[in-house]
């Protein structure tokens, strides 16, 4: 497998991979208003944050075919912490360990850049996408737990990280 930059050919494929809306708000949260989105959508938010200097999309390829995607983002400046996100493995895949494998392809990515920790969030009512963050060293944060309302409903983010370097993403 190979972690290579997104590239805009890719949106659509991801966008397949979102299924129904509750697939799609386990993906993405709030951070796109409206089901389901375009191509255009991913796209052009990528370009509005890749102006930062801090973001970085990627998809993971397996003999050239896209097998999954995430983001790889520095919150601060200093970018000793990397921030994961909207990360998806095709579903015809999953359970093969292809996200765990992406996900260390990606923290070395982070490291490559200066990354010391590694954050993401994931909704307790997605079990094995946290399974597969466990399987690649995070570890749950404890404390505050941030709610998200979807559907009427209180969506728990357990959030997570890893330290990196010393053999963290090994």
């Known amino acids: 497998m190979e972690l290579r930059k997104f590239i805009p050919s890719d949106a659509q494929t991801i966008i397949s991979w979102t299924g129904d809306e509750t697939a799609f ?5 709030d951070r796109y208003e409206t089901y389901p989105i375009v191509p255009d959508d991913i796209i052009s938010a990528y370009k509005e944050a890749a102006g930062s200097g801090r973001f970085f999309p990627y998809t993971a390829a397996e003999d050239g ?3 999954g995607h995430l ?3 520095f919150p601060d400046e200093d970018m000793k ?6 990360i998806i493995v095709d579903p015809s895949m999953r ?7 992406m996900i260390r392809l990606a923290l070395h990515e982070a490291e490559v850049h200066g990354a010391e920790k590694a ?3 994931v909704f307790d009512n997605n079990e094995s996408a946290h399974r597969c963050y466990l399987g690649a060293g995070f570890k749950d944060i404890q404390g505050d737990k941030e709610v998200y309302h979807i559907f009427g409903e209180d969506w728990l983010c357990i959030e997570m990280e ?3 370097g010393k053999g963290g993403t090994r």
């Open 25 to 29: 708000r386990k993906w993405c949260a």
């Open 65 to 67: 075919e896209p097998v």
């Open 71 to 73: 983001i790889v983002r």
């Open 81 to 86: 912490t990397a921030r994961l996100g909207f």
């Open 95 to 101: 359970g093969q360990g292809i996200g765990r494998r």
């Open 119 to 121: 954050t993401l969030g």
């Open 162 to 164: 890893q330290d990196l």
